[in-house]
Nanobody, 123 residues
Framework: VQLQASGGGLVQVGGSLRLSCTAS????????VGWFRQAPGKEREFVAS????????GLADSVKGRFTISRDRASNTVYLQMNSLRPEDTAVYYC?????????????????WGQGTLVTVSS
């Protein structure tokens, strides 16, 4: 499975971005997908996850109320809508496909990773 993350860029505080993650293989539509991020000098952290059919989602406490995750199974794409962005949201954002049908917060549950897309929030 190859994953392509896109949509990152430079945005001002309070702005919005929508990240996209497209998988190359159709079979990945049966797996959960997660978004993680890594800021300079920090460990990679969980941001959001979604189950194979979009019925279950999870969000990190730091992004609840601001970010939403969704997926379009027809196009094999998962989206991360990010609103009310803050400087602390600045990071490289990665999408990953879970080995399970559900998503999770555990990095070790995700064997396939995209290359990352940089989000920079300026104050």
């Amino acid at each position: 499975v190859q994953l392509q993350a896109s949509g990152g860029g430079l945005v001002q505080v309070g702005g919005s971005l929508r990240l996209s993650c497209t998988a190359s293989r159709r079979t990945s539509s049966n797996n959960g997908v997660g978004w993680f991020r890594q800021a300079p000098g920090k460990e990679r952290e969980f941001v959001a996850s979604i189950s194979w059919n979009g019925g279950n989602t999870g969000l990190a406490d730091s992004v609840k109320g601001r970010f939403t995750i969704s997926r379009d199974r027809a196009s094999n794409t998962v989206y991360l809508q990010m609103n009310s962005l803050r400087p602390e949201d600045t990071a490289v954002y990665y999408c990953a496909t879970s080995r399970y049908a559900t998503g999770s917060q555990r990095i070790q549950d995700y064997p396939y990773w995209g290359q990352g897309t940089l989000v920079t929030v300026s104050s």
